[in-house]
């Protein structure tokens, strides 16, 4: 029983991880309209689901690609 209860617990933390790191992969959203590149949860976003909205996982990967960073989040 003690057994069962670890794989269970292993188990959740496995599914808790796998859910977590999603979230990981987008840090920033850059506008396209803008040309402005954000923190994924900066106040000035109110749509980040819009289609001008482009994901990026890395702050450098942004700026290669000619985004500047929003003064309001700073990122
Ligand atoms: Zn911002």
Redesign the pocket.
Known sequence: MILKRKMVLILAMILFALSISPSYAVSYLANAKSG?F??YN????KHPNAAHFVPYNSRDAAIADGYIP?K??D?
């Open positions: 402005k954000h923190i900066c106040p000035t976003i929003c309001r989040c990122p």
